[in-house]
Nanobody, 121 residues
């Protein structure tokens, strides 16, 4: 069983920065097919913010965060990060860590409990 624990959320002013962490237990982050950060704002659907694959660690980002957010992982610490710079009020949301693999790669989908990010204008 994989467990994901997010931390690092908080309150920040427009233009500020935060770094979210997702600590992984139960499986080496090196072997997780895809890890991602999602967010859900009040009254909106959950959306993908950024994702990173295993092995070479290719990344992809939502258009709304490109150039401002960076996803990364530390194999030794078994932790994934989301560095968020130049934050905007529209980035306010609950942020969730996800570990996913399609059926051909084991078939799993795990979520953390979420961490809240509030950006004031």
């Amino acid at each position: 069983q994989v467990q994901l624990v997010e931390s690092g959320g908080g309150f920040v002013q427009t233009g500020g920065s935060l770094r979210l962490s997702c600590a992984v237990s139960g499986r080496s982050i090196f072997n997780i097919n895809t890890m991602g950060w999602y967010r859900q704002a009040p009254g909106k659907q959950r959306e993908l913010v950024a994702a990173i694959t295993s092995g070479g660690g290719s990344t992809n980002y939502a258009d709304s965060v490109k150039g401002r957010f960076t996803i990364s992982k530390d194999i030794a610490k078994n932790t994934m990060y989301l560095q968020m710079n130049s934050l905007k009020p529209e980035d306010t949301a609950d942020y969730y860590c996800n570990a996913h693999a399609p059926r051909w790669a084991g078939g799993y989908d795990y979520w953390g409990q979420g961490t809240q990010v509030t950006v004031s204008s």
